[in-house]
């Protein structure tokens, strides 16, 4: 057995599965929905959470706002690493939970029950966020010194308009990264590829006319319901030319 392989045998063998189930549960009960007008529905109080105990590990940790209020946390496995650097992703918001009478259980008590933990966030992603921090403070417990670096990015607004990572990457933290492991779910499979985003404004202009005079005008309506269809035809165009590649499909 090598050294990479020894090492990695010592760090599995240090994951604490309870610390990990505890913190995402403490995770799950801090509902961090964006709720505009509210001044305590953001991100911050679950991502000081996430900068305290990432402070109490060793990391060294940054916290900045992607838009006021709402924080991304950063921080860095050793200290004073330096070299390859890996990425670990997650994001301290949640959707919405909707209304509560629906739910079977309070949607931030975090409750554990027949083995698995319920309540919003608890897949999307504060389970994920907890996992990336119990593999970090494992490799910290199993003594592996890295000959690289891990960076923790816990960021706010995924559910949102993406302002965390788009922060995160503007202010150069994803510089020099070799890899990243995004965290959300994915069914206990890796997922090696992932959808793009569009996000287009598309203007269609006309021109007036009398209502007795149709041909002296342009009705603008026909133009973008032939893009809209012209649209759907290329995203099925796109997922012939990916081989219609899915996270099932390769399982690790
Ligand atoms: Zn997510």
Known sequence: MDKVERAVDAAVEAVDPAYVVDLARRLVQIPSVMRGGDPAGNESAAAAAVAAELDGLGLLVRVEDAAPGRPNVIADWPADGTGPLLILEGHTDVVTEGDPSLWSVPPFGGVVRDGRLYGRGAADMKGGIAAAIGAVRAVRDAGVRLTG????????????????IKRFIR?????????????????????????????????????????AMPKTGVNPIPAAAAFVRRAARSRRTTRRATGGIRCSAIRA
């Open 171 to 211: 202010n150069g933290w994803a510089e020099g990264a070799v890899g990243a492991i995004i965290c959300e779910p994915e069914a206990n499979a890796p997922c090696l590829v992932q959808k793009g985003a569009v996000r287009a404004v598309g203007r269609f202009r006309g021109r007036m006319a009398h209502g």
């Open 149 to 164: 670096r891990v960076r923790l990015a816990v960021v706010s607004d995924e559910e949102g308009m993406m302002l965390g």
